[in-house]
């Protein structure tokens, strides 16, 4: 078995053209084709940003000190 990367063009008639290489023998062959679908552009995620000024001193976000004991 080997493996080959290569990139195929496919026509409007949804026809793949495909160039293997050389060491490929002529005949028949078993292929497998994976077709990697482009992402959808989907527009960027935009977040307000909001001055808060500084921490508190001594301020932490650790659990211990965000959570009461029973851990909620």
């Known amino acids: 078995m080997k493996t080959i ?3 195929i063009v496919v026509d409007e008639e949804g026809k793949a053209t495909i160039q293997l290489t050389p060491d490929v023998a002529p005949g028949p ?3 497998v084709v994976v077709i990697d679908e ?4 989907i527009a960027p995620l935009t977040f307000s940003a909001h ?3 500084r921490w508190p001193e001594g301020f932490t976000v650790r ?3 965000i959570y009461g004991d029973d851990g909620r």
């Open 63 to 65: 659990r211990e000190d």
């Open 5 to 7: 990367q290569t990139t």
């Open 29 to 31: 062959h078993q292929a």
């Open 38 to 41: 482009p992402a959808h552009s």
């Open 51 to 53: 001055d808060m000024g």
